[in-house]
């Protein structure tokens, strides 16, 4: 007998119709002789909207505070809550025996980071008890609880991380993941019209992508199958078409040079001008900014004539309030010749692929294929298998377009 983990999307369960054909899906795998656990998000846009509530309550009558992050969580965990009831109940309707947890009822333990915690264990007796019994287990995505009992959650998509998680600690032979697209794309297929499906990428790859904004996957979950080897199958929920295989590299893959493009479409340079040069300065201000629990890329330090350097980088725009207190704390310490300044409206455009390792000439046609479009490139940064661009914001979805056509993407490789 096999044991299957599945997850669907926001998109998958946003009506009682969609509710019902995921339970179906669920039976079905069932019926073909596995156990089958379930996770799923909340229903359609209900973290957006919950999210935009709280914003309402918290900037009423002119005041303007940031809802306190544990609160915030204490919301949101109840988008999947309504979810896993609901799709419970339609596999019995269905005639089928379902039990559905919330992340604390499996003992889904994370520590305190409230809004980006992290998973530290789960109690999968509790979940093989009821798999045993013959039923199919509906787990609350996104969503854990801390050993001291408050309820967290995993980061914007981290559903994909329970499902990820749960396929680990069960040892589930597959994690399908259905979404709203029938699989992974060389690049965002509603940005892309040309995009083409891919059949099999590499953990590797997938990370960047994901890193880089291919937000069908959170990054934390492709961490963790690669670190536990899980296999993800990522499909669309609403046909029954082969999706993309996420798995591990094979030599073949290094044939191919750029798998895909992805962009980041609302990033902020933070500049932190007349830094005094010494050692121990930029260790102090990402430690910082790290305890904030935010990812800070493209870092540029230049030093100046007179024994200061500016230090800049790049944030999401919606990490902007967290980090701001720790920047200008930051510049309060440095002494009155220091100075933060924020530049928003900027975009990130990459191109990833394992074949970049052993192919020359990947930057020289990215950095062509722009020029020729009249897309200026603020920034470069580069790894071993991706190359990205800090650009305009409003230049984003041409570039990515652009670089697309550049790697002749769209044709079957
Ligand atoms: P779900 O609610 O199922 O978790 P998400 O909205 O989080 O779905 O992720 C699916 C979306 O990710 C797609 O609708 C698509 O617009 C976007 N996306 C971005 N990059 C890619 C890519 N390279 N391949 C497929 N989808 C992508
Ligand atoms: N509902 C959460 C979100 O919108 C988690 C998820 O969908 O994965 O980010
Ligand atoms: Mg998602």
Known sequence: MGLIVQKFGGTSVADAERIHRAARRAIAAKGAGNQVAVVVSAMGDTTDELIDLAKQVCSFGGCDKVPPKREMDQLLVTGEQVTI????????????????????QIGLVTDNAFSKARIQSINKQRIFQEL???????VAGFQGVTPEGDVTTLGRGGSNATLVALGATLGADVCENYTDVDGIYTADPRLVPGARKIEKISYDEMLELSGLGASVLQTRAVEFAKKYNVKIHVRNSQNDHEGTWIVAETPHMEHIVVSGAALKKDLIRVSIKGV??????????FGDIASANIVVDDIIQTVMDDNTANISFTVEHGDLHDIKPAVE???????????ATYQADLAKVSVVGVGMRTHTGVAQRMFKALADNKVNIQNISTSEIKISCIIAKEQAVKALQVVHDAFELEKAK
């Open 132 to 138: 045993d019994q013959g039923k199919i287990v509906i």
């Open 85 to 104: 009831a609901l799709i419970a109940m339609a596999i019995h309707a269905q005639g089928h025996e379902a039990i559905s947890f919330t992340g604390g």
């Open 329 to 339: 704390r930051i510049v309060k310490e440095l002494g009155a010749t220091t100075q």
């Open 276 to 285: 005094p040069d010494r050692p121990g300065i930029a260790a102090k201000i």
